[in-house]
């Protein structure tokens, strides 16, 4: 299991390159605030803040932090709805850090079944962007 | 277009031009190939190439200011010895008229003259080659008789094939390759420019000598 | 190796352009958006002006013949890789035989004219005057110095050890990123020429305040615009001088036309303007048909725009690492 706290050094580099001023990032293994021009806080310990699961859907954890997008910024439509079947691996949304498009693929064929991370707003690791119900 | 000084303007970011007071003549272009030998050695220029009484002189990088190029400059013109030719001369057999010099017709109407004299006139010196330029192998060649100057084309010709002499204005030429041209072709000829492989890749460069042979006329 | 399946595929083979060549008549050639080609080779981990294949006519078919990764930037195409879409301005992995369909550049939120394709390593085509770019007169550079056609297959260049290796994510499009527009109309950045001041009042204050439009005459060589005619003072007739890329040139006839990548390294013609090196990527993505602005600008604002530029490819090229550092660390 990866935790954002291997990555404190990146995330932070990777965070100045944009004009976010302060980072919270919570998950499994704790929480993780940074703040620019602060100093990191760590709180250890789970936040038994586990996903759970609602009829056969699962969460789709954030791969990482960013401006979550459901539209290419070059396009007007969303890359998919609720109750869109996808194909695993097909995009179905990206993080935006500063220039970089980190696309969100489908982990396996299913059905869309709730986008919950808002178009535009900042998501943290391990945050819930949508969910989804695997194909049996 | 004389003036006292020499003109410096910009072409982008990318380059300036550099254009020599006075009318186009030999003594100039030899200063012009001796301040571009000069030029090639700053640091801050990628290439210095002549054109017909004048220099392009491109960046490796834009400078900050522009003022200290232009001054350099300005002093190695004032230094600038001219270069000697470099003695090769390359004959070149044309035949005048006909589909290869489809605008043969807009020279006699231009001129007043026959197509025989413009023949006679277009055949008779030794043209120095003052720059090379327009596509891989062209050469702009000094010493036209100013009786056969034709201004360019309003409307560029798309195609013109390689091997057309041709006159623009106060200058004439012979396309190394097929391509577009705004000048008027009164001629045809067959000679291999430019190759790759060659080092240099270019047949001629400034200071050869080309002379025309009338190897027929198409009246 | 890379095969062309489509028929008449008008595409070339270009890097970031040859230079140092205009003394034996040779211009620079090379991608019309360097902004794209950079990006691409930067997703890929690649040399920056790596060589890539530009597309210009659509749909444009290829297949490819080895495993490897790819990144599709410039005009977006609504590409598919054995029809699953990929989202622009991204790179990706490919296996063998996969087939990769560009459809027609999409009317989104910008719109190009030209797919830029880097691969992994990029082409490997023989290297002419210092440049892989294709130069179609004098036949020089590219495959056999021409476009390329159906059947045609382009060998890759093999990764070097140790080259950073390819992301397969994406980039906001520089057209995005920083947009240049007048009353709603892409523009470019223009530095006054030499008979910049031998022209009338009137056309010089057209060249400002028209829209031009890319007429169907316009091509890697130079883009031939419709507008208002712009007047000499006097008649000129100009002796034969270097020109570049972004010149601005007004013949006799008075409609202007911008030298794009494969003008010819010298001309005769009166130059009202020279669009910035920094802006000319702009330019290069401007479909027929569509319109651009001139917008003014001196010595300084025209360094201030290759800053703006180069300081955002520095920052993709930082990200890109950190983000490569990070990768690799999961």
């Not at chain 2, 000094?142 to 006159?167: C, F, N």
């Not at chain 3, 494969?262 to 319109?291: C, F, H, M, N």
Request: charged content about 20%; hydrophobic content about 40%; some cysteine.
């Amino acid at each position: 299991m990866t935790s954002p706290l291997d990555h404190v050094a990146e995330i932070a580099a990777l965070l100045a390159a944009t004009d976010i001023d302060c980072l919270e990032l919570t998950g499994p293994a704790g929480h993780l605030r940074l703040r620019r021009g602060g100093e990191p806080e760590v709180t250890a310990g789970g936040t038994g803040d586990e996903p759970l699961s609602e009829d056969e859907t699962v969460a789709m954890p954030s791969p990482g932090f960013g401006i979550f997008l459901r539209v290419h910024p070059l396009h007007e439509m969303p890359l998919v709805r609720s109750g869109d079947s996808v194909a695993a691996g097909q995009v179905l949304g990206f993080l935006k850090i500063g220039p970089l498009l980190i696309p969100v693929p489908a982990p396996r064929d299913g059905v869309v079944s709730d986008i919950v991370a808002h178009d535009g707003t900042l998501v943290g690791f391990g945050d819930t962007l949508f969910r989804f119900s695997p194909q049996p | 277009m004389t003036a006292a000084e020499p003109r410096v303007s910009l072409l982008g970011t990318s380059a300036l031009l550099f254009e020599a007071p006075g009318e186009t003549d030999l003594r100039t272009q030899r200063r012009i190939w001796s301040l571009a030998r000069e030029a090639e050695t700053w640091p801050e220029v990628c290439e210095a190439v002549p054109g017909v009484n004048n220099l392009l002189v491109s960046f490796t990088k834009p400078p900050r200011r522009l003022s200290g190029l232009t001054e350099r400059l300005a002093m190695a013109w004032q230094a600038a010895e001219p270069l000697p030719l470099a003695g090769r001369i390359f004959e070149l057999p044309v035949v005048y008229g006909g589909d290869g010099g489809p605008h043969m017709a807009d020279v006699v109407a231009h001129t007043k003259l026959s197509v025989d004299e413009i023949v006679a006139i277009h055949s008779e010196p030794v043209y120095p080659v003052y720059a090379l330029g327009s596509h891989p192998g062209y050469c702009y060649l000094g010493g036209m008789d100013p009786r056969i100057a034709t201004p360019r084309r309003k409307v560029p010709i798309v195609r013109l094939p390689g091997g057309a002499v041709s006159i623009g204005g106060a200058q004439t030429g012979v396309s190394a390759s097929d391509g577009p041209s705004g000048w008027n072709t009164i001629g045809t000829t067959s000679m291999r420019f430019f190759d790759v492989t060659l080092d240099p890749p270019a047949l001629l460069q400034p200071g050869d000598g080309i002379v025309f042979k009338v190897a027929g006329i198409i009246r | 190796m890379i095969e062309i399946l489509s028929q008449t595929a008008l595409a070339t083979v270009q890097d970031i352009g040859r230079f140092g060549a205009l003394r034996w008549g040779v211009g620079t050639a090379g991608a019309m958006d360097r902004m794209a080609l950079v990006c691409g080779n930067l997703l890929l981990g690649n040399e920056e002006g790596a060589a890539a294949i530009e597309a210009q006519v659509f749909p444009f078919e290829l297949r490819f013949d080895a495993d490897c990764a790819f990144a599709l930037t410039g005009a977006d195409c609504a590409a598919t890789l054995d029809g699953v879409p990929l989202p622009p301005w991204s790179a990706a992995k490919t296996r063998s035989g996969a087939v990769l369909r560009l459809g027609l550049p999409v009317s989104g939120k910008w719109r190009g004219a030209r797919a830029y394709l880097c691969v992994a390593g990029g082409i490997d085509v023989p290297i002419a005057l210092g440049s892989r770019s294709t130069q179609l007169r004098g036949a020089i550079g590219g495959l056999e110095g021409r476009a390329l056609k159906q059947g045609d297959r382009l060998p890759l260049v093999p990764s070097i050890a140790g080259s950073p290796g390819p992301l397969e994510i994406g980039l906001v499009p520089p057209a995005l990123a920083m947009p240049l527009e007048v009353d709603g109309c892409a523009a470019v950045r223009v530095l006054p020429a030499a008979e910049y001041d031998c022209f009338t009042q009137a056309s010089r204050d057209a060249l400002w305040s028209a829209s031009w439009k890319i007429t169907p005459q316009s091509d890697r060589y130079g883009f031939r615009l419709a507008g208002p005619n712009l007047e000499p003072l006097a008649p000129m007739e100009m002796r034969s001088h270097g020109i570049v890329p972004g010149v601005i040139q007004v013949p006799h006839g008075g409609q202007p036309i911008v030298q794009m990548c494969d003008a010819q390294p010298s001309g005769g013609y009166p130059k009202i303007g020279t669009v910035i090196e920094a802006d000319l990527w702009r330019l290069g993505q401007a479909p027929i048909g569509s319109s651009v602005r001139f917008i003014e600008t001196d010595w300084d604002g025209a360094l201030a725009a290759g800053d703006e530029t180069r300081n955002w490819l520095a920052e993709v090229r930082r990200l890109l690492d950190l983000y490569r550092t990070r990768s690799l660390g999961r």
